[in-house]
């Protein structure tokens, strides 16, 4: 059940807003072949020009059509529908609504949209990293629990398995494994009798992923238990069984906060060959300022502590579409108290719908 919004908006001679003539009745006439028990509600003029038609219609829905002095007429359908409701528009009607309406009004161009589902049980849309709209085919909420942290939530999607979402954004699916070995450069990093920590990594894809690699012992830092057991439960086709046990024959599974474990081991002079970042992405913002982007220069700052010389910190950034908040990632790089060298690596991540940016980063060779 949602509301329902149908979009359409149609390109015309500017001359038919400024004079009217027939607009509304046109418009009218086509709206009410579709849509029945059309009634006009309210029309209003405004002071800068342009006018607002609003009509109800069967199953209580509303509809407004604004028509701008620019020669552009916006219209919005919206509606109720409960689940096992027929359409108040099919697609083909919608189809043939627009171009029925180009037709009536002369309209150099047109452009209809699916319609946009408000209200429902689950969300559907999620964002892009530039903040684009995208509208996923979900079809339940398997899992749902707000923690001390943030809101955890495990979906299904027709096509891509079952999807793991914090906060509202999109982390991991079970077609996802590209986002995991593009993250560990598999097939380009020797993982076989190294030592291995992840911060972060709830999901326990890349743990799981690590281990076929056989690393001496690999450590994984998470703050978040809830993340652990929604994914334990609902994302097996990413972790497997990996997260049944907090430990096992050379690994563990630490519930606490990263940092305290990175400054134990700092402390300890504690050294090992790799370091994953697996916790939040480079943030879109105008500057790297903020609580966000402390964090990530603390925990760069303090991975860089316990990596060997021979040693690499690989992480996520963020989608290529964000370049100027990927520029500032580098920037940070670059003013690390320990002086780094860095590359970066892309991958097309499907739940993501777009290429994503991953670095390696290890400290830079004094002569």
């Not at 405004?46 to 038609?53: D, I, K, N, S």
């Not at 999607?157 to 593009?182: A, M, P």
């Not at 076929?212 to 998470?222: A, G």
């Amino acid at each position: 059940m949602a509301v329902n919004t149908i979009l359409l908006d149609l390109t015309v001679d500017p001359q038919k807003i400024v004079e009217k003539n027939g607009l509304k009745s046109a418009v009218q006439d086509v709206l009410s072949k579709f849509i029945p028990e059309l009634k006009e509600v309210y029309t209003s003029d405004f002071q800068g020009g342009g006018t607002l038609y609003t009509f109800t219609a069967v199953r209580d829905s509303f509809i407004t059509v604004r028509a701008f002095t620019k020669g552009v007429i916006s219209i919005n359908i919206e509606y109720y529908r409960e689940d096992s409701d027929e359409p108040l528009l099919s697609f083909e009607k919608s189809r043939s609504l627009d171009v029925q309406l180009r037709f009536a009004l002369s309209a150099t161009r047109s452009k209809l949209f699916p319609p946009i589902r408000r209200g429902a049980r689950f969300d559907v849309y999620l964002n892009s990293s530039d903040e684009r709209i995208l509208e996923y085919d979900i079809d339940a909420v398997v899992f749902e629990e707000q923690s001390p942290y943030q809101k955890v939530q495990i979906v299904h999607s027709k096509s891509l398995g079952n999807l793991l979402v914090l906060d509202e954004l999109q982390n991991l699916s079970e077609r996802d494994l590209i986002y995991t070995e593009t993250l560990m450069q598999r097939g380009k990093e020797d993982y076989a009798g190294k030592e291995i920590v992840i911060l972060g990594g709830g999901d326990g894809a890349l743990l799981y992923e690590l281990l076929k690699e056989k690393p001496k012992f690999v450590t994984m830092l998470e703050l978040d238990e809830v993340v652990i057991r929604a994914c334990r439960e609902h994302l097996r086709g990413c972790c497997g069984d990996i997260l049944d046990q907090l430990e096992g024959l050379n690994y563990k599974i630490v519930i606490d906060d990263c940092v305290k474990s990175l400054d134990q081991m700092i402390a300890e002079g504690k050294k090992v060959d790799y370091v994953f970042g697996d916790l939040t992405d480079i943030p879109v913002s105008v500057t790297p300022q903020g609580e966000v982007w402390d964090f990530i220069r603390l925990i760069l700052n303090k991975a860089m502590q316990v990596i060997k010389p021979s040693g690499k910190y690989l992480t996520h950034g963020n989608g290529v579409s964000s370049p100027k908040s990927l520029a500032m990632f580098e920037d940070q790089l670059r003013n690390l108290q320990i002086p780094v060298d860095f590359t970066r690596d892309t991958a097309f991540v499907p739940s993501f719908l777009e290429d994503w940016v991953f670095y390696q980063v290890w400290p830079k060779l004094v002569n």
